[in-house]
């Protein structure tokens, strides 16, 4: 990842200029942005602004309301809990709760050490295989307490590709929450 | 027949000969396929293939619908049973390659149905519980098909419904044929689809916009992202058959950010269409021209909402906009827009195509035509079912369903997602048909069905429920942002055993200013789950708020931040700032419990 902050502007122009789909609004720069540095930095908000001819305030005000998109850099790995109504009643709450305790963590979020963000999601669209979990976007269904954390285990002792590319990133939610 | 369609219809019938020359394998890929393992299967099948010299087609095709047998692997082998392997792991890939594949001997002891031919001790597939009964529509291609491949959703009789109504029939014969069938939207409100692209069809605009919705936030609710990556064309053909029927000038499909299977594949259904000469200028000749494009959005369930999907359309926050004016005076970029869901528009091709009358004949006297339901949670054989209106619950869940897979006793079922209701298992005779079961207070919304046994909570589900709408608030109106929190506050207390004595009546209060007072369909609907519970299981509701011993229910885990930055369990700041959230707002309308039919 790039450091500076000109480094990060450049990133930035470069992912609003070159967002896939055709009309480019704040929303879709913002989206783009995320994808690209996988969160928003400063820079990469005042880059949108520029690119729609409008005012941060107005991006900032715009960003802060989706949940999926975050304004630190993101954690080495990404876990994913559903906690959705099915989820719930097939048992995602021992594995929420399984998780919390294993990384230290008293809410979702990322762990001290930059390694894990735990993150909730109200549905990762595979209702038919609840409970459901994604490790770095790859899709977990008939989950349990200790898979959970068999998985984690897996992930930091690196089994995985650290944010699994296009091939692994066939998930209900490549989104942060 | 259009002349520029015929060459079309004549390539594809050849691509589908070719397929079936040789051996074709089709592994389900979708997201409930990756969710159970299919990735590793698939992994494991081309190692196979390569490593023992076989000359095969794989194809990805999306779900099946059969969630409970994925990873299921679809073999078809010239002189064989086309067959259907069932859970099937990478281990077992070797051999269904050597024996099937290679041998030509299916293996029966895996097999879990045939879907061509017959083979020894393996029911058809059309004989599966979960599939016997069910009339496939909207799911017609559904592991028949490449996504990704026009020419195999051509073989099919894909765009000649589009074919049919550019080179025969006027605008006014579609929107007419589409308003016999008695189609109505499977978004939710259940209106009446006909009727809804006629006021579309009145405004004479030059730039009209057809809005398709995939926001799909119900959890328990995957049959829109579901079409989107089993078999994106149909959205497309429909949506273009909506474009001329309406006079509209653009199409634009909206898909929550991060589903990537169902964006990458509708992308490259539109990109497909532009190649072949069914999207741009003129289309199949005919001079008809339109254009369509994808717009995502970030995570926000109430971006589903018709107008605040067009404000996220726009990029803005997805708050919903004050009506009238409605979308079809004024829609997205200030143009008249008509939103359907993608089911109600995937329909729209086999309607064109084998006429009203066709799908009026399927369904009930007010519903017509299949839904297609989600089945989650205590089931046999959770996933997809397309089955025709006028089927009871019980039907479904029982027999197609399978029923509750350890013997317990089945609860209820929560419909409609997070702002539907909960149906008793007492009431399971119940006909599936949208004003019925909105009349018993549970709403068919979106097709999803969570199956609960006896073994759930009601007032813990229910919070889950409540949670989700405060969340997911967007808080532009006081009644849904205030009311929610009171809501899940007043749950919250339940389940810790904290109730006050007045909570009842507080939750009652609450639940009918939101009703009254809420801008959306998202405040106007949010008291339902608890409403329901309460009306089901009222017993247990007053057990667990009375002081005489509730039954403890776990803390719950949930999210941290609402969308207004607050705290979401435990004490909010609501209850200490607004201590009593009684301000008697009175319903404007008596319509009020179906605030999203209009439009
Ligand atoms: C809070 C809220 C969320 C909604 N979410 C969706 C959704 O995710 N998908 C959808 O098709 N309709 C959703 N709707 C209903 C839409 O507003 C609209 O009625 C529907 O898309 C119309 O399509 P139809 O006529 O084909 O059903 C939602 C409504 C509300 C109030
Ligand atoms: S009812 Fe709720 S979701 Fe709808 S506009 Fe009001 S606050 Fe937003
Ligand atoms: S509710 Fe958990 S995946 Fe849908």
Redesign the pocket.
């Known amino acids: 990842m790039t450091t500076t902050s000109d480094g990060v502007r450049a990133k930035a122009r470069e992912a609003i200029r070159n967002q896939p789909y055709k009309t480019h609004t704040i929303l879709s720069s913002l989206l783009a942005v995320q994808d690209a540095l996988g969160f928003l930095p400063p820079e990469g908000l005042d880059e949108v602004a520029r690119h729609r001819n409008t005012t941060v305030n107005e991006v900032w005000g715009i960003a802060s309301f989706y949940p999926n998109f975050r304004f630190t850099a993101p954690a080495k790995h990404v876990v994913e809990v559903c906690w959705g109504p099915t989820c719930h009643v097939m048992g995602a709450q021992p594995i929420l709760r399984g998780l919390l305790q294993r990384l230290g963590l008293h809410a979702e979020g990322d762990t001290p050490d930059g390694a894990v963000t735990l993150k909730m999601n109200t549905c990762l669209g595979v209702c038919a295989h609840a409970p459901a979990m994604s490790f770095d976007h790859r899709l977990a269904g008939h989950m349990s307490p200790q898979k959970a954390l068999a998985g984690l285990e897996k992930l930091r002792s690196g089994d995985q590709p650290a944010h699994a590319g296009h091939d692994g990133a066939r998930t209900a939610s490549g989104g942060a929450r | 027949m259009t002349d520029a369609y015929q060459p079309l219809r004549k390539r594809a019938d050849g691509v589908w000969a070719g397929l079936h020359a040789k051996p074709w394998i089709r592994v389900s890929t979708g997201l409930q396929g990756m969710a159970a393992g299919a990735g590793e299967v698939l992994e494991a099948l081309r190692a196979e293939l390569s490593r023992q010299r076989v000359d095969a087609t794989v194809s990805e095709v999306g779900t099946t619908g059969l969630c409970y047998a994925e990873p299921l692997v679809d073999v078809h082998v010239p002189g064989t049973a086309r067959t259907l392997y069932h859970n099937v792991t990478p281990e077992q890939v070797a051999r269904i390659v050597a024996e099937h594949v290679k041998a030509q001997r299916p293996i029966a002891e895996w097999a879990h149905a045939t879907a061509d031919g017959t083979l020894e001790g393996v029911p058809p597939r059309g004989e599966l519980p979960m599939m016997k009964g069910q009339v496939r529509v909207a799911l017609r291609n559904a592991g028949e098909i490449d996504p990704l491949s026009l020419e195999q959703y051509v073989a099919r009789g894909g765009f000649e419904g589009l074919d049919k109504a550019l080179s025969g029939m006027t605008r006014e014969q579609v929107v007419q044929e589409v308003r016999d069938s008695g189609l109505r939207g499977r978004g939710g409100a259940a209106f009446s689809t006909g009727t809804k692209w006629s006021f579309l069809a009145g405004n004479k605009s030059p730039i009209k916009y057809i809005l398709c919705n995939c926001e799909e936030g119900d959890p328990g609710a995957f049959n829109d992202k579901t079409i989107l990556e089993t078999d994106p064309f149909t959205l497309v053909e429909g949506c273009i058959i909506a474009g001329y029927a309406t006079g509209a000038s653009n199409g634009i499909v909206f898909i929550r950010h991060g589903h990537h299977e169902p964006i990458e594949r509708t992308t490259r259904a539109i990109e497909a269409c532009y190649e072949a000469g069914l999207l741009g200028k003129n289309i199949l000749g005919t001079g008809f021209s339109y254009d369509m494009e994808v717009s995502l959005v970030g995570e926000s369930y109430?971006a589903g909402?018709e107008t605040a999907l067009m404000e996220a359309v726009e990029g803005k926050r997805s708050?919903?906009r004050f009506r009238p004016p409605f979308p079809a005076a004024v829609g997205v970029w200030g143009k008249p827009s008509n939103i359907n869901n993608i089911k109600t528009i995937s329909y729209v091709p086999e309607i064109v195509r084998q006429g009203a009358k066709w799908f009026a004949g399927i369904g009930t006297e007010r519903s017509k035509g299949t839904v297609i339901a989600c089945l989650s949670g205590h089931i046999k054989y959770p996933g997809l079912l397309e089955v025709p209106c006028g089927i009871t619950m019980r039907h479904l869940v029982e027999v197609m369903g399978g029923g509750e897979p350890s013997g317990k006793r089945i609860k209820f079922l929560q419909t409609g997602g997070p702002l539907g209701g909960m149906l008793p298992a007492a009431q399971l005779d119940m006909v599936l048909d949208f004003d019925e079961m909105s009349r018993a207070g549970a709403m068919f919304g979106s097709g999803g069905l969570i199956v609960c046994n006896e073994d759930t909570s009601i007032v813990d589900l229910t919070r889950v429920l409540l949670a989700f709408d405060q969340m997911e608030?967007?808080?532009?109106?006081f009644?849904?942002?205030l009311g929610t929190s009171h809501l899940l506050e007043i749950l919250e207390r339940a389940c810790d055993g904290r109730s006050r004595p007045t909570d009842l009546d507080l939750m009652d209060r609450v639940g009918r200013n939101m009703r009254a007072g809420?801008?959306?369909?998202?405040?106007?609907l949010?008291y339902n789950p608890v409403s329901s519970a309460l009306k089901a299981f009222a017993d247990e509701f007053k057990a667990q708020m009375s002081d005489a011993g509730p039954i403890p229910i776990p803390p719950f885990v949930g999210p941290r931040s609402t969308r207004r930055g607050a705290q979401m369990t435990g004490d909010t700041p609501t209850a200490q700032v607004y201590p009593e959230f009684v301000i008697n707002l009175q319903p404007v309308t008596t319509a009020s419990q179906q605030p999203t039919a209009a439009g």
């Open positions: 109430v909402e708050m919903p608030s967007c808080g532009k109106c009644p849904c942002r809420s801008l959306c369909g998202h405040g106007q949010g």
